[in-house]
């Protein structure tokens, strides 16, 4: 099924991109939750929307990127969470939670998007996590959960 990605999907593309993937993975994942819609012509001029929205949003060169890589791996973020016993947490951190988290830390502003965990975070204590500020810029950052 051919589709048009409307946000950035690891492995995929990135919005406004016309993909074909199978038909099972269009219906059933990729068009609820509003990663991609159906190819049509009509949305052929859809895709020239999302680009120049991308483009507003995205990190333009590989400087920049380098750049903002250098902020966050020389940042300190703290992330006070509700837990039990024993240093489990009530549910996980999200990647919602970390862009915000290292925006309070003084941080560059961060799509929630971008944040890539490997395993879900479900512990306090030092975690790493990714960001993915440009097609070849990954920044790890270290993140320390803690109780609220």
Do not use: C
């Not at 003084?106 to 965990?117: A, C, L, N, Q």
């Amino acid at each position: 099924m051919k589709i048009i990605l409307t946000h950035e999907v690891s492995g995929l593309g990135t919005a406004g991109d016309v993909v074909d993937v199978k038909d099972g993975y269009a219906r059933n994942y990729l068009v609820p939750r509003g990663f991609a819609i159906r190819w049509t012509k009509g949305g052929e001029q859809d895709v020239a929307q999302i680009r120049r929205a991308r483009k507003i949003r995205e990190i333009a060169t590989i400087e920049q990127a380098n750049e903002v890589k250098g902020q966050l791996e020389g940042l300190k973020v703290r992330l006070a969470t509700r837990s039990g016993e024993a240093g489990r947490l009530f549910g996980s951190v999200t990647q919602a939670d970390i862009a915000a988290a290292i925006k309070a830390a003084g941080g560059p502003d961060v799509d929630k998007r971008r944040v890539e965990v490997g395993s879900p975070i479900k512990t306090l204590g030092a975690h790493q996590v990714s960001v993915r500020l440009h097609a070849d810029v990954v920044a790890k950052l270290g993140i320390e959960v803690v109780a609220a």
